[in-house]
């Protein structure tokens, strides 16, 4: 609280700023390497109110499935995980 009832101030967790930047390039890194658990984790890490509300799914790995499915010639290639 403040000296005035109508002024109030948030108290929010944080990350010292040194930390902070550690784990943002632990995250750009997790997203240029297509690493979606991780960055998931890591975003679990920085900002400790973040709760998924999904598991996670690899919507172009299912797209490319139900593709296969329904068009016959739609080319079978090999999509890693």
């Known amino acids: 609280m403040t000296g005035h009832s109508r002024i ?4 929010e967790a944080f990350l010292p700023m040194q930390q902070l930047a550690t784990r943002l390039d632990q995250l750009r890194s997790a997203i240029d390497h297509r690493d979606p658990n991780t960055v998931r984790e ?26 296969i499915a329904l068009e016959p010639s739609y080319p079978v290639t090999t999509v890693s995980h």
């Not at 109030?8 to 108290?11: D, E, F, G, L, Q």
């Open 42 to 67: 890591l975003l679990r890490g920085i900002v400790t109110e973040y709760t998924p509300s999904a598991e996670l799914v690899d919507n172009v790995y299912v797209e490319h499935q139900a593709r």
């Open 8 to 11: 109030r101030k948030a108290v």
